[in-house]
């Protein structure tokens, strides 16, 4: 998860070099690296590109606070934001823009020393692009061809549909645990591995009033179980166990361990659904 599971990260310091593929204006490339989706991104106060995560489980978009300084950004008023079992300081600050290809990604954001995630990687995390991009949008992710996209409203996407919550402190799924009763879970791209189950009791009504971005770092028993969302049953998945919750009325995180053996998957905030494309014929076998 956005543990320090979140890496040993290669750095990626060309999108695909060498490559001569276009990309529209309503989406932009990724390069899947150690289970994390790694975007190339822009803001006008810095000369270079932007090595951001593209992470659902952060409540906020996220500027690593070296960056921000770097780039001479303000830094406005004071945030306290949750991680997993720590706090953190954070401040408030805004960009003229921020682009991936050609793509807006939220502007507002928090500054944030992301420095413990970075020293785990070949390069620095400079930012997260969390949530809030996926608010009112249907966001595609594109395992296959290693695509983010924009739909537009109303496009009809091939798979299973499972019905997604999407609260002001997490995007949520219903998930089964080897056939138990279904339980909400986190919907999270920054988490690199396949799942981290809470085994206590969980109150699905719960919601912190804290902004939730939750890097830590942690020893996690892990075990295997079947997990089914929708109407796709997936065995021998690799889970973490947790005895306390990750983040309040959820019993877990689904992570990219997971999500990526579809082709495809889309959130559609909007719509509240989640939709898993064909499964990929690696995954299948």
Same mark, same amino acid.
């Given at each position: 998860?956005?543990?320090?599971?979140?890496?040993?990260?290669?750095?990626?310091?060309?999108?695909?070099?060498?490559?001569?593929?276009?990309?529209?204006?309503?989406?932009?490339?990724?390069?899947?690296?150690?289970?994390?989706?790694?975007?190339?991104?822009?803001?006008?106060?810095?000369?270079?590109?932007?090595?951001?995560?593209?992470?659902?489980?952060?409540?906020?978009?996220?500027?690593?606070?070296?960056?921000?300084?770097?780039?001479?950004?303000?830094?406005?008023?004071?945030?306290? =934001?949750?991680?997993?079992?720590?706090? $953190?300081?954070?401040?408030? /600050?805004?960009?003229?823009?921020?682009? &991936? #290809? *050609?793509?807006?990604?939220?502007?507002?954001?928090?500054?944030?020393?992301?420095?413990?995630?970075?020293?785990?990687?070949?390069?620095?995390?400079?930012?997260?692009?969390?949530?809030?991009?996926?608010?009112?949008?249907?966001?595609?992710?594109?395992?296959?061809?290693?695509?983010?996209?924009?739909?537009?409203?109303?496009?009809?996407?091939?798979?299973?549909?499972?019905?997604?919550?999407?609260?002001?402190?997490?995007?949520?799924?219903?998930?089964?645990?080897?056939?138990?009763?279904?339980?909400?879970?986190?919907?999270?791209?920054?988490?690199?591995?396949?799942?981290?189950?809470?085994?206590?009791?969980?109150?699905?009504?719960?919601?912190?009033?804290? =902004?939730?971005?939750?890097?830590?770092? $942690?020893?996690?028993?892990? /075990?295997?179980?079947?997990?089914?969302? &929708? #109407? *796709?049953?997936?065995?021998?998945?690799?889970?973490?166990?947790?005895?306390?919750?990750?983040?309040?009325?959820?019993?877990?995180?689904?992570?990219?361990?997971?999500?990526?053996?579809?082709?495809?998957?889309?959130?559609?905030?909007?719509?509240?659904?989640?939709?898993?494309?064909?499964?990929?014929?690696?995954?299948?076998?």
């Amino acid at each position: 998860m956005r543990l320090i599971l979140l890496c040993s990260l290669l750095c990626w310091s060309a999108l695909v070099q060498g490559q001569t593929a276009s990309f529209s204006s309503a989406e932009f490339p990724f390069e899947f690296s150690e289970g994390l989706l790694w975007v190339k991104v822009q803001v006008p106060e810095s000369e270079g590109a932007l090595n951001f995560l593209l992470d659902s489980g952060a409540e906020v978009s996220v500027v690593n606070l070296e960056t921000a300084r770097e780039a001479g950004l303000p830094l406005g008023q004071k945030v306290e =934001v949750l991680g997993v079992g720590v706090s $953190m300081d954070a401040f408030r /600050t805004a960009t003229k823009s921020v682009k &991936a #290809n *050609e793509v807006n990604l939220p502007s507002r954001l928090l500054a944030l020393d992301l420095g413990k995630l970075s020293r785990s990687c070949k390069c620095r995390v400079d930012g997260l692009i969390g949530a809030d991009f996926f608010r009112d949008r249907s966001v595609q992710i594109d395992f296959r061809e290693s695509k983010v996209r924009l739909l537009a409203p109303g496009t009809k996407v091939a798979g299973d549909v499972a019905r997604l919550d999407v609260r002001r402190c997490g995007i949520r799924v219903k998930a089964s645990i080897d056939g138990r009763k279904v339980q909400w879970f986190r919907v999270d791209t920054g988490c690199a591995t396949p799942l981290q189950w809470v085994t206590a009791e969980i109150n699905p009504k719960d919601c912190t009033r804290r =902004v939730a971005v939750g890097l830590t770092e $942690m020893g996690i028993p892990q /075990t295997r179980r079947s997990v089914k969302i &929708a #109407n *796709e049953l997936l065995a021998n998945v690799e889970t973490g166990l947790h005895n306390s919750p990750i983040f309040g009325g959820e019993a877990g995180l689904v992570g990219n361990g997971l999500l990526s053996q579809f082709e495809t998957v889309t959130i559609d905030a909007k719509a509240s659904k989640l939709v898993l494309g064909p499964r990929l014929a690696q995954a299948k076998n």
